[in-house]
Structure formats: structure tokens, C-alpha cells
């Protein structure tokens, strides 16, 4: 027979605890909440009031029920008023030592059929529930912040948690209206194994100055759609915070990419601990303020010193090249599109109509619109066609071999001053460039996909690029409506390079039986607000493209982490490369 959770006491009321008690006792519960002393208690009621207050001002609540909600918990310093709870959920600092001596504490108290939840977020739950005589009875509970707001709770078994335990507390969180994903005691969970991973990356790369604090986020934000930047996420969960957890996850799989960067350590010894001191990698209004005070104003670029683009040239007909051309030609760009044979050329052709076909059945061009954008773009069949252009955008094969002798190519024919840019996603631009004459006059501008409807371009420059030919990348990207970003010549340069060994450790995570890929997806959507799962993006992008980017991310950097994952290795070899062959990790109708 199932239990009954009537009554749950939570000890810790900061902002987590404060968080756990609201949930409980919206869903009508009888809280306990447990602090060490008056002034600990003043905080969580007063994070309490505050969270509820928002709620109310928003219409989510009324005055009545936020009465009987905040009626519902009773504030105590005496650990012995949880001797009649159901549950006990801990929610102090995340600390083994004290966690450990809590439960330990309470065990002593509280009836002995009770069970404990730890809201650790990567500490080990089987090293805190040894600490009691009821092992079995403890799981891990872990809650993501805001825990009013956030759905996912991961739900964490040890070696001896009893079967019933977790399948009584799964059923319990549900009754929260949350949504509870089971998994094995380890470092970091799901969510966190997966995510701190991927922020650890980014420090590391704002500490080596190989892109800015702006760039770095605003390239994940509409690179990929994520709600958040690395750098203003970090500060939002806080440096302290993100430091332990690394250390955690460090401590246990000894990869050197859960290392904390140092620049972590060197924060938070001057007290940048983020927005809850007011200043982290941005400074904020004040302390707990969401208003940034430092935010870089997008550079101006000066007109005087730009080289003149109206003619463009693409050169390449797949999806790409054609979605390349479709923006250039709405913005007014007089555009030469490149192909190989005449029937491609119409067939890319095609492919812009018909993408500008479906804008006007929207309402969002008009048929006119539409004749004067296709209009502007000349098909061509010779490279010599290109003689005049101002702009050269290559956009063909992920091959390096192919993309060379297509500069190889245009440096022949192309007018001295023109720009030559490659929308490679991981390939060294500074390759392409050694295949001309005109290093200086070479770019990386990574679109997208799809080009019409991504905000993000990366604008990469090598060590021979020249200055204004990065000013001009800079200016004509705006002048498309996009929002180009700047880095080095490095693989995967900012998005790649961060999205790809992060998709891998996830593959690293279903290969070793930690987790079901429907659960990852899950803890990644639901707990990290992200828009799709690893798995459902794996699958969409190609697993076989995928590969080849992780290879070519560890070809470079030798990084042990990044070594692609057997599992993913053998999909591709067994044929299964996601969607577009109706099976990756899932299978999809045909």
C-alpha cells in the first residue's frame, strides 16, 4: 500500500527551502519548516511573502488563498517539532559534512517509518543516508529553481533505497504537479552533469578572451534558442554555487572539463559571487537585482573605413547557400548564385521561390515583394561570373578539400578587395585562406540554419584577416537583421564549440545506462528551459554531422572529454543518422 504524505517537514528556508515549502503547501500540505535560528526564519517567511505577493499581483492567486497558504507553514527552530512529519525534505547549503549531520540529527527524531529527501543537486545522496539508521528510506529530491515556477524534479535512488520508496515519492511528486524523472546516485544528476559541463566551457573561454561575455551568451541565446547566456546563467545560480557543484562532479569523474576554470575561484575570493552580491561576470543594479548596469552597447562600426557590398556572390545550392541567398536578396543585395551544372542552379532557384512562396501565403510578402527579391538573384555556372561581386559567401560540402578548391577558384577570378567568406561551422577558416593569394581578405560567416529565420551569425576572424574586412562582415550582417558575433579561428568557434561536447556527454550518459533518453530530454527541457532535448537535437541536426563536428572539435583541441561517444560512432555506422533516415536515437514514421 502506497504512503500517505500529509505532513512534510523542510529544513533550510533560503531561497530553495522557501521555494519547496510554497509547492508543498499549494498542494494543500502541512509544512514544518525548520531554521536555525530567528532571523533565518524572518528570511524564508520573507521569501515566502515576497514569492506569494508576485503570485498575487499576477492574478495567480487571491488574498484568501495566499492566506491559507502561508497558514499552512509553521516555523520552528526545534528540529524536535518534526517528530510526527511524514516526509522530511533538507534543503540546507550544500555542504556533505552538515547535510549529513542534519539527517543524522533528525534520524533520531522523527518516527522511523518516515522518509528523508536530500534536495542536493550533486552531492552523493548514498553518503548522506549512511549517516542515518534508515538508509533505505532515504532518495534524493532534488528541485530546480525557482521551485514554485520549475517542473522537473529528479528523483534519486541509491543502491538501497527501497523500491517502494521511490515509486511512493515518484507518485508524490506528480501529486505536486511536478515532473519527476528517476535516476541513479552520481555526480550532478542529469541536469547538472550535463549543464555545468557546458558552463565550466564557456568561463573558459571568456578566461582565454577568445570571445566577450556578450558574445558568449548572446551566441547561445539565438544560436540555439537557449533562455539564457552561460555567463548571466552562471550568475543567476551563482558562482559559489556553480564552484561546488564543478568540484563535486570534478571529485568524482576526474574529467578535467568538470575542473573549475580558475577564474571561478579567483570571483568568488573577491566576493563576485553574481547577482546575489550584485556583480559576477555582469554587475547588476544591486544585490538580488536582475538589472544589468555594465551591458556593452554593440559596437559602432565606422562607415568611412567599411569596404562597399552590393553585389554578392553564394556559391553553393543546398540548403544553405539558398537560405544565404534568400536573405541577401530581401535586403536589397543584388545576388550571383553559383552552381555546379545548370539544373542545380535552377533547382536552387527554386528553392528560394518556393521559401518566398510560403512568406506570401502568410501575409508577409506580397506577390510583387516576391517577383523583385527573385529577381535579384542571377544563376550562374561559372566561378568567372563572379568576377565583379563585392562579397563572396562559400557554402558548399562540409569538406575541406572541396572548400579549398572552390577559394582556390575564386581567387583566380574574384576582383582584387573583395571579400571571400566561408560559412564552414567547424572547419579553420585560416585553410580556406591559405588556398589564396589574399589571406587578408578572408572571413568565417557561419550562418545558421534556416539563414531566413536564424539571428545568428558568427563573424570569424583569423590571423590574417585584415580589420576593416571584419568591420565590413560586422556591418553587412546587421544590415541583414541578424546579430553577428565575433571569435577566432578555432573549431566549432563559440556555438559548436559549446553545444557539441555537451550533446556528447549526453550520449556518454545513455551509453552507460545512467539514464533513458526520454528522461534526459526531459530533464533538460523541463528542468534547464531548453527547447529541445539532447536527443531530439541530435536527431534533427544528423547524427553523422554531428560526429563529424565532435571529431573535428577533438582532432583540435585533444580534449579527452570530447572524444565522440562509441554509442554515437556506431548509429552512423549502422546507418541510422536521425530524421532525414527515419532513425537516430528514436524512429520516426516515414
Do not use: W
Request: glycine share 8%; proline share 5%; with cysteine.
Amino acid at each position: 500500500m502506497a504512503r500517505e504524505f500529509t505532513s512534510v517537514g523542510v529544513v533550510g528556508v533560503g531561497t530553495m527551502g522557501a521555494g519547496i515549502a510554497e509547492v508543498l503547501a499549494r498542494s494543500g500540505l502541512e509544512v514544518v519548516a525548520v531554521e536555525v535560528d530567528a532571523a533565518s526564519i524572518a528570511r524564508g517567511r520573507a521569501h515566502l511573502e515576497h514569492s506569494t505577493g508576485r503570485a498575487l499581483s499576477r492574478g495567480k492567486l487571491d488574498e484568501a488563498g495566499r492566506a491559507e497558504l502561508l497558514g499552512r507553514i509553521r516555523y520552528t527552530t526545534e528540529p524536535a517539532d518534526l517528530a510526527d512529519v511524514d516526509l522530511v525534505i533538507e534543503a540546507v547549503p550544500e555542504s556533505l559534512e552538515l547535510k549529513a549531520e542534519v539527517l543524522g540529527q533528525l534520524d533520531k527524531i522523527v518516527k522511523p517509518e518516515a522518509v528523508f529527501a536530500s534536495n542536493t543537486s550533486s552531492l552523493s545522496v548514498t553518503e548522506i543516508g549512511v549517516h542515518t539508521a534508515r538508509p533505505g528510506k532515504v532518495v534524493g529530491m532534488h528541485f530546480f529553481n525557482p521551485a514554485p515556477v520549475l517542473k522537473l524534479v529528479e528523483i534519486v535512488r541509491t543502491v538501497v533505497t527501497e523500491p517502494d520508496v521511490v515509486a511512493d515519492v515518484v507518485a508524490f511528486a506528480e501529486r505536486l504537479g511536478k515532473t519527476p524523472v528517476v535516476i541513479g546516485d552520481r555526480a550532478g544528476f542529469i541536469a547538472n552533469a550535463l549543464l555545468f559541463g557546458y558552463l565550466n566551457h564557456a568561463v573558459r573561454m571568456f578566461e582565454q578572451r577568445y570571445a566577450t561575455r556578450e558574445d558568449l551568451d548572446a551566441a547561445m541565446r539565438y544560436g540555439c534558442g537557449y533562455p539564457m547566456g552561460p555567463l548571466a546563467l552562471l550568475d543567476l545560480i551563482g558562482l559559489d554555487t556553480a564552484y561546488e557543484i564543478l568540484e563535486s562532479m570534478y571529485r568524482q569523474s576526474r574529467n578535467r572539463l568538470h575542473a573549475p576554470a580558475p577564474l571561478l575561484k579567483q570571483m568568488i575570493t573577491a566576493g563576485l559571487l553574481g547577482r546575489k552580491s550584485g556583480r559576477g561576470f555582469y554587475s547588476y543594479e544591486s544585490a538580488d537585482s536582475p538589472v544589468v548596469t555594465d551591458a556593452a552597447e554593440p559596437p559602432t562600426v565606422d562607415a568611412a573605413g567599411l569596404r562597399e557590398v552590393r553585389r554578392v556572390g553564394v556559391v553553393g545550392t543546398g540548403t544553405m547557400a539558398t537560405g544565404i541567398a534568400e536573405v541577401f536578396a530581401k535586403r536589397g543585395y543584388e545576388i550571383v548564385l553559383r552552381a555546379r551544372t545548370p539544373e542545380k542552379a535552377e533547382a536552387a532557384v527554386a528553392k528560394v521561390a518556393k521559401s518566398i512562396g510560403r512568406a506570401v501565403s502568410k501575409g508577409r510578402l506580397t506577390e510583387a515583394d516576391a517577383a523583385t527579391i527573385l529577381a535579384r538573384i542571377t544563376p550562374v555556372t561559372e566561378f568567372a561570373a563572379l568576377s565583379d561581386v563585392d562579397l563572396v559567401v562559400e557554402a558548399v560540402a562540409e569538406d575541406l578539400a572541396v572548400k579549398r578548391a572552390v577559394f582556390e577558384a575564386l581567387d583566380k577570378v574574384v576582383r582584387p578587395g573583395a571579400i571571400l567568406a566561408t560559412t564552414t561551422s567547424s572547419l579553420p577558416v585560416i585553410e580556406c585562406a591559405a588556398a589564396t593569394a589574399r589571406g587578408a581578405d578572408v572571413v568565417g560567416l557561419h550562418f545558421f540554419n534556416p539563414a531566413p529565420v536564424m539571428k545568428l551569425v558568427e563573424v570569424v576572424h583569423t590571423i590574417a584577416t585584415s580589420p576593416d574586412v571584419v568591420a565590413t562582415a560586422h556591418a553587412v550582417c546587421q544590415a541583414l537583421g541578424k546579430h553577428p558575433v565575433h571569435c577566432g579561428d578555432r573549431a566549432g568557434f563559440i556555438v559548436n564549440a559549446l553545444l557539441f561536447p555537451y550533446l556528447n556527454d549526453a550520449v556518454k550518459m545513455l551509453e552507460a545506462h545512467y539514464a533513458q533518453a526520454d528522461d534526459i530530454d526531459t530533464a533538460m527541457k523541463v528542468g534547464c528551459g531548453l527547447p529541445m532535448g539532447p536527443f531530439e537535437l541530435l536527431d534533427v541536426v544528423g547524427l553523422d554531422v554531428s560526429l563529424a563536428i565532435e571529431r573535428t572539435l577533438f582532432n583540435e583541441f585533444r580534449e579527452e572529454g570530447f572524444a565522440p561517444a562509441p554509442l554515437l560512432e556506431h548509429l552512423v555506422t549502422a546507418g541510422r543518422l536521425g530524421r532525414k533516415t527515419g532513425q537516430g536515437f528514436r524512429d520516426y514514421a516515414r
